[in-house]
């Protein structure tokens, strides 16, 4: 699954890619899904400070993408992506597939200079 992943993130051309503030959001939707499904303090501490981090960005790049209200945008976009593994159960965050969104979404901010860890 992981190599698919890396084929497809890969053979996207950017015309057919979706405009960074939304992965962005949908990064902030899957560590919100993440953090929902945590009990240890240190793990919910971590996945919020992450999810923080990727609304806020998200905001910021879809101002720059010219969205007429990013705010609204971000918590739509955030809401359905967290709707979306809600769906699938609470086990879908023991799943490879969420954990390939996960290696994506930290991959995507470590290149986007997005700092997903408190200092």
Not at 14 to 43: I, T, W
Request: with cysteine; proline share 4%; charged share 20%.
């Amino acid at each position: 699954m992981r190599l698919c992943l890396i084929i497809a993130l890969v053979l996207a051309s950017p015309a057919n890619a979706q405009p960074f503030s939304k992965s962005m959001a949908e990064c902030g939707g899957l560590y919100a899904f993440a953090r929902a499904h945590v009990e240890s303090p240190d793990a919910v501490a971590l996945l919020e400070f992450g999810q923080a981090k990727w609304i806020n960005a998200a905001i910021v790049q879809s101002q720059s993408e010219g969205v007429s209200d990013p705010a609204t945008y971000v918590e739509a976009t955030m809401t359905a992506k967290y709707q979306e593994w809600t769906d699938k159960g609470a086990l879908a965050v023991f799943s490879e597939e969420f954990g390939d969104w996960m290696d994506y979404c930290r991959a995507f901010g470590r290149a986007q200079g997005i700092a997903l860890l408190p200092d």
